[in-house]
């Protein structure tokens, strides 16, 4: 994949962005454990940052997907990784199949705004018994006339309680199976019976509002129905391949400014009479590191080649994201080791991002669900052979 003027161009705007309007308040963001979404959303959409390859009819740019991980590369570029989660909800996680599958009448209401900046988005499908596992969410959606109401919960809402709407996968079906039987509905997180059961406390990520959320006889409009009904487990499973491949990008950058703060710091840092970096355990360490990164990268791009061409990028954004996944769980760690007591403390972002990569291995499926998917694909699960 070749980086054109234009890919350059974009990538200039987004650091711009980042440099002057997120980094400088990051650490006030992660005290105040909340960020303004609205505010930051507004400055990437009036930047045309929010719907790169969305239709052009809908506010988007109309371009192919590369633009979008030419995006996602510079948000691994903020110093919170709360702030670059957020905005991946909204580009790469909530709008994708409203976008693809959603009515002209249901984009205009949501899309426009949300490509704008207007509007905060989330996505809702993990629920407390049903995380990696989607067939097996509970919550529903019994027709009643013209409209849907909706009962059941949410968790680990990213948006959940800044967002205007979330994109709800439920059950619609009793009959068929527990792939069949699934739809996504647009649901205003302002309408009666929504509530944010708790803004969740987490490991890391702290200026990302999550929530957990409960709806409780929510009554909507059948006509937010995103695409066919009962075919929205078809329809996730599609959002969840850009997601994978935003949560690569964004991570590969993430962690190779790991391996920059830290190469900066080692060479400065004297422990019996050297610098740490002089060492060979850790000048190897971070060539190890950084030839991970590449190839992980090389890996990313030709799914995104594949996906830009219509092709199936199931296994390799699986792969991709599996080796993410792996790599968060041992370079932030390794890397925090290499700043001595420094690396403890919070002041520094070795630590912050010690705490906030080590998400990838879990969300948007784990480690050990991208494993089985792959597996799949190979034939050599039991019962698969």
Known sequence: MKWTHEHNELRRTARAIIDADINPYCDEWEKAEIYPAHEVMKKFGEAGLLGLSKPEKYGGMGLDYSFEI???????????????????????????????????????????????????????????????????????????????????????????????????????????????????????????????????????????????????????????????????????MEQFQEERMYAVARSSRAVEVIVEDTIEYTSQRQVFGRSVLDNQVVHFKMAEFQSRIEAIRALLYQAVETYIDGGDVTREASMAKYLIGQLVMELPSQCLQYWGGQGYMNENPVSRAFRDTRLIAIGGGANEVMLQIICKIMGILPGNR
């Open 70 to 236: 030419a995006f996602a590369e510079e948000l691994g570029n903020c110093r919170a990784g709360g702030v670059s989660t957020s905005i991946g909800v909204q580009t790469n996680m909530c709008s994708p199949a409203l976008a693809r599958h959603g009515s002209d009448e249901l984009c205009n209401e949501f899309l426009v705004p949300t490509i704008a900046g207007d509007l905060v988005g989330a996505i809702g499908v993990s629920e407390e018994g049903a995380g990696s596992d989607v067939a097996s969410i509970k919550t529903t959606a019994r027709t009643d006339g013209d409209d849907y109401i909706i009962n059941g919960s949410k968790m680990w809402i990213t948006n959940g309680v800044q967002g205007d709407w979330i994109c709800l996968l439920v059950n619609t079906d009793t009959d068929n199976g527990p792939h069949r039987n699934k739809s996504l509905v647009v649901v205003p997180l302002k309408e009666t019976g929504v509530s944010v059961a708790r803004k969740l406390d987490k490991l890391g990520l702290h200026c990302s509002d999550t929530a957990q959320l409960f709806f409780d006889d929510v009554r909507v409009p059948q006509r937010y129905r995103i695409g066919e009904e009962n075919r929205g487990f078809i329809y996730q």
